[in-house]
Structures are given as C-alpha cells and as structure tokens.
C-alpha cells in the first residue's frame, strides 16, 4: 500500500475510531488522520504479534478491523494524556 493508500486509510480509520469512541477531542483533521495511521501502525503489529497476520492490501476486511482496533487504542490513550495536559 502507498502512502496515498495509508493517508487515506488512516483518515477514514481515524474518523470511523471517532465516531465510535465520540467525545471532545482537542485536535482536528490532521490529528484525526495522524492517530488513523498510527493506529494502522499498531493495529498491524497487534495482529501479527496475537493472530499472526498483518495488514493486507488496503480492500481487505482484515485491514480496516486492524486499523480501526489500533486507531481506537491510540485514541483513548490520546484522550488520557491530552485531558491531562488540559485539566492540569
């Protein structure tokens, strides 16, 4: 997959993430797309450490899964971090 294919993987995992785990975040768009990626990231290692399978091509079921899962992780540990920083 390019970096055309992770971009928008990445921005399409990162919003579907937001839209699951809805609240208010502080970051935007890019924010958004950079936690979607990221997410990608670590979503691929996840599954291949615990299902020993990694992120496919970028219309396969299998990466969307992975990437959202990833996406959703990085954005709760997002929000703690970023409450923190806002709160304190």
Do not use: C, N, Q
Request: proline letters at 2%.
């Amino acid at each position: 997959m390019g970096i055309l294919g992770w971009i928008v993987l990445g921005l399409l995992a990162g919003a579907i993430a937001k839209a699951i785990m809805p609240g208010k975040d502080p970051g935007g768009i890019i924010i958004t797309m950079l936690i979607g990626i990221v997410g990608a990231i670590l979503g691929g290692f996840i599954g291949s450490a615990v299902f020993g399978t990694d992120l496919g091509s970028f219309f396969e079921i299998r990466t969307w899964l992975l990437a959202i899962v990833g996406s959703l992780i990085l954005l709760g540990i997002y929000r703690l971090v970023a409450g923190r920083r806002t709160h304190a």
